[in-house]
């Protein structure tokens, strides 16, 4: 009862600051389209394909995104985020059954599958929104990596331990100085078992203009057993003039099954000029318990045209071997080759 009254009259106080002060609103439109013309061997029947890829940095989006000054430091704010595939122009983020935090779409896309949250933030104590939203191991895991989550499946590879999202998601960040702590909890929504489907995260972060390293902790329960899949890593990345290096750990186990993952992650982006930037990064995924093994390789040279326009051409590297789980992008066990050429556009 004694909590129910502090946050009571907590909201209470803001109202009354609301009402007595100028109300200032800001809503935006904004939005990203990136797309390359991409060839790779070892795809399906161990074929070679020739396509139009979705991008290699990014995920194309849209999204409107709003705030509101509420006074004494406090303010509202919102973010509707849609993904969409832009040589078909059908919606992404869609999800084949409900399972580890997510809800089945029955294989259909989200209007807002990217990100859809509403919440509350004070300039001292922090930020609080709910809804589907970006877990605290996949916002960590980006100073992981020189380029932070790249998009094309065939170069990610921490983000199929992490969950990019989650829905039903209350999540908390607040930041003190150089100091910077994330917290969530996933409301799983399952009668009679509130721990199905359920999933709770914390990440902390030290953050200046020369470094940013960062630990985290996951862990995220099945819908249908008592699987439970918990991650937890460290790493970071460091700005030494025109090159940035990064390098991260990631630990994955299950609790009921014997498979664990140790992936190790790190590359480097130097800024050559102002409008071109090269980066090398690379991936090493040892599977336990079915032991396996995944290398990853790839390389990229950006060119900025203008603020918002860029072109880039990219090469990666596969190599598949033992019983490690076979991609989904992965025709065969063994090597796989790929690259191609993309242009990005910012609104």
């Not at 910077?180 to 199905?196: L, R």
């Not at 990064?281 to 390789?297: P, V």
């Not at 051409?313 to 989904?328: Q, T």
Request: aromatic fraction near 10%; charge should be positive; hydrophobic fraction near 40%.
């Amino acid at each position: 009862m004694a909590l129910t009254g502090v946050l009571a009259g907590a909201i209470c106080g803001v109202a009354q600051q609301a009402l007595a002060q100028s109300v200032s609103t800001s809503i935006s439109v904004y939005g990203l389209i990136d797309t390359m013309v991409r060839y790779s061997d070892n795809n399906r029947g161990d074929q070679s394909l020739a396509e139009l890829s979705e991008g290699y940095f990014s995920g194309s989006r849209w999204g409107v995104r709003g705030n509101e000054a509420l006074g004494a430091g406090w303010s509202a704010l919102f973010n509707l985020e849609s993904g969409f595939d832009l040589a078909t122009g059908t919606s992404l983020q869609g999800t084949a059954a409900s399972n580890y935090g997510q809800v089945g779409t029955q294989g259909t896309g989200r209007l807002f599958g990217r990100q859809s949250y509403l919440g509350i933030e004070h300039l001292a104590w922090g930020k609080l929104t709910v809804g589907r939203q970006f877990t605290t191991a996949y916002d960590a895991t980006f100073r992981f990596q020189p380029y932070g989550h790249p998009n094309l499946d065939a170069v990610a590879i921490l983000n199929g331990y992490t969950g990019p999202r989650q829905d039903n998601m209350a999540k908390y960040a607040g930041q003190w100085g150089a100091f910077s702590a994330t917290a969530h909890y996933t409301f799983g929504e399952v009668p009679g078992d509130a721990a199905a489907s359920s999933s709770r995260g914390l990440a902390l972060a030290w953050i200046t203009a020369l470094i940013d390293v960062g630990a985290l902790f996951q862990s995220t329960s099945a819908l249908a057993n008592e699987e439970k899949r918990t991650i937890w890593g460290i790493g970071g990345s460091s700005q030494l003039g025109r090159v940035k290096l990064a390098l991260g750990y990631l630990d994955n186990r299950y609790h009921l099954s014997p498979t664990r993952n140790h992936v190790l992650t790190g590359g480097a982006t130097v800024q050559a000029t102002p409008a071109l930037a090269l980066s090398l990064a690379a991936g090493y995924d040892r599977q336990t318990a079915a032991s396996g093994h995944r290398l990853m390789l790839t390389s990229v040279a950006e060119y900025s045209l203008s603020r918002r326009t860029s072109v880039y051409a990219e090469a990666d590297f596969n190599r598949i071997s033992g019983s490690y789980a076979l991609p989904a992008f992965m025709g065969v066990r063994g090597n796989k080759f790929g690259g191609g050429v993309g242009l990005r556009h910012r609104l």
